[in-house]
C-alpha cells in the first residue's frame, strides 16, 4: 500500500482556495481532504456540496471527503454528484453502518469508516471485511490546529491487526495534529493516508511543505516494508 498525502482544506485560505490546492498537487498531494462539518455533531460548520462541487472542477487528484454530521445518509448522494471519491462517516451516529457504507459503494464513491479519539477500535469488528478504508482521528473533531494525540500509534496498530484478521488490506487513514515531527511515526505505526491542514497551508509555502511531508511518509512507509520483511 502506498503512502498517500491528504491536504485538508480546513486550515487553507478559502479566498484562494484554488490556488492552495494547485500548490498542494504541485508538491505532490494523492487526495483533498474535505472536512463537512455540522454544527451539531462537532462544534463548527464548514462546507457543503456546492463548494465540493466548486473543488471537483479545479482538482486533479480524488475528492475525499469526510462527514462529521448527525444524519449522513441524508446527504451523501449529494456530495457524491458533487464529486466526492472517498466518503467517510463516523461510527458514532450510525446505528446501521453497515448499511451507510453500502449505501456510499452504491453511488460509487470508496466508503470509509470513522472512528473518534474515545472509540475503540473494537466498533469496526463486524464491519472489517466491508470498509475500503478506516479514518481514525488522532484529535478530537471540531477544528483545525490541534496536537496530536500520543497514544494514537497504539490504536493505528490495533486497527491495522484488526483489518487484517478480517482478511481486509483496506488502508488507514489518519487525521489531526500530523506535522514534520510526527509524520514518521504514525506512517511507521501503520498508517497509509495522512491527513495534513495546519501543517501545509498554515505555512509559507503549501507546495514545499507538502513535498516534505510526502517524503518523510513515503521514507517512513520504506521502512516500514523492509521492518515487515526481515532480514535475509
Given at each position: 500500500?502506498?503512502?498517500r498525502?491528504?491536504?485538508?482544506?480546513?486550515?487553507?485560505?478559502?479566498?484562494?482556495?484554488?490556488?492552495?490546492?494547485?500548490?498542494?498537487?504541485?508538491?505532490?498531494?494523492?487526495?483533498?481532504h474535505?472536512?463537512?462539518?455540522?454544527?451539531?455533531?462537532?462544534?463548527?460548520?464548514?462546507?457543503?456540496?456546492?463548494?465540493?462541487?466548486?473543488?471537483?472542477?479545479?482538482?486533479?487528484?480524488?475528492?475525499?471527503?469526510?462527514?462529521?454530521?448527525?444524519d449522513?445518509?441524508?446527504?451523501?448522494p449529494?456530495f457524491?454528484?458533487?464529486?466526492?471519491?472517498?466518503?467517510?462517516?463516523?461510527?458514532?451516529?450510525?446505528?446501521?453502518?453497515?448499511?451507510?457504507?453500502?449505501?456510499?459503494?452504491?453511488?460509487?464513491?470508496?466508503?470509509?469508516?470513522?472512528?473518534?479519539?474515545?472509540?475503540?477500535?473494537?466498533?469496526?469488528?463486524?464491519?472489517?471485511?466491508?470498509?475500503?478504508?478506516?479514518?481514525?482521528?488522532?484529535?478530537?473533531?471540531?477544528?483545525?490546529?490541534?496536537?496530536?494525540?500520543?497514544?494514537?500509534?497504539?490504536?493505528?496498530?490495533?486497527?491495522?491487526?484488526l483489518?487484517?484478521?478480517?482478511?481486509?488490506a483496506?488502508?488507514?487513514?489518519?487525521?489531526?495534529?500530523?506535522?514534520?515531527?510526527?509524520?514518521?511515526?504514525?506512517?511507521?505505526?501503520?498508517?497509509?493516508?495522512?491527513?495534513?491542514?495546519?501543517?501545509?497551508?498554515?505555512?509559507?509555502?503549501?507546495?514545499?511543505?507538502?513535498?516534505?511531508?510526502?517524503?518523510?511518509?513515503?521514507?517512513?512507509?520504506?521502512?516500514?516494508?523492509?521492518?515487515?520483511?526481515?532480514?535475509?
Amino acid at each position: 500500500m502506498s503512502v498517500r498525502i491528504a491536504p485538508s482544506i480546513l486550515a487553507a485560505d478559502f479566498a484562494a482556495l484554488g490556488a492552495c490546492i494547485a500548490a498542494a498537487e504541485r508538491g505532490g498531494a494523492d487526495l483533498v481532504h474535505v472536512d463537512v462539518m455540522d454544527g451539531h455533531f462537532v462544534p463548527n460548520l464548514t462546507v457543503g456540496p456546492p463548494v465540493v462541487r466548486s473543488i471537483h472542477r479545479v482538482t486533479r487528484v480524488p475528492l475525499d471527503v469526510h462527514l462529521m454530521i448527525e444524519d449522513p445518509d441524508r446527504y451523501i448522494p449529494a456530495f457524491v454528484d458533487a464529486g466526492a471519491g472517498l466518503v467517510s462517516v463516523h461510527v458514532e451516529v450510525l446505528p446501521h453502518l453497515h448499511r451507510t457504507l453500502s449505501l456510499i459503494k452504491s453511488l460509487g464513491a470508496q466508503a470509509g469508516a470513522v472512528l473518534n479519539p474515545s472509540t475503540p477500535v473494537g466498533c469496526l469488528e463486524e464491519v472489517a471485511a466491508d470498509v475500503d478504508f478506516v479514518l481514525l482521528m488522532t484529535v478530537n473533531p471540531g477544528f483545525g490546529g490541534q496536537t496530536f494525540i500520543p497514544r494514537s500509534a497504539s490504536k493505528i496498530r490495533a486497527m491495522r491487526a484488526l483489518l487484517d484478521e478480517a482478511g481486509n488490506a483496506a488502508p488507514i487513514e489518519v487525521d489531526g495534529g500530523i506535522d514534520e515531527r510526527n509524520i514518521a511515526q504514525v506512517v511507521e505505526a501503520g498508517a497509509d493516508w495522512i491527513v495534513a491542514g495546519s501543517s501545509i497551508f498554515g505555512t509559507d509555502d503549501a507546495e514545499a511543505a507538502t513535498r516534505r511531508l510526502k517524503a518523510l511518509a513515503v521514507a517512513a512507509a520504506q521502512a516500514r516494508l523492509a521492518g515487515h520483511r526481515g532480514p535475509r
